[in-house]
């Protein structure tokens, strides 16, 4: 599953909320300024409460935040 998800989440074996999901976190890594309601209301409209947006847009944040630390001060790097 993990090598599905890391070749192509659209393609892998997951549920319909979870392509939903993964496509509104692709969107937040990739251009968070292009985020919009519709992209709030299609999380919705897959079952997902403003409480479970704010954590989905917390920890995807998170991690974009952190790895950009990290690979701006080299961690993890020989």
Known sequence: MVKALQDDYKIASISEE?????????????????????DHERLRSAGFD????????????W???INRVADALGVGRD
Do not use: G, H, P
């Not at 403003?50 to 944040?61: F, K, M, N, V």
């Open 50 to 61: 403003d409480r479970a947006i704010l954590q989905i847009t917390l920890i995807a944040s």
């Open 18 to 38: 979870d392509r939903i999901m993964f496509d509104y976190v692709s969107q937040l890594t990739r251009d968070e300024t292009r985020i919009s309601r519709q």
């Open 63 to 65: 991690f974009n935040y």
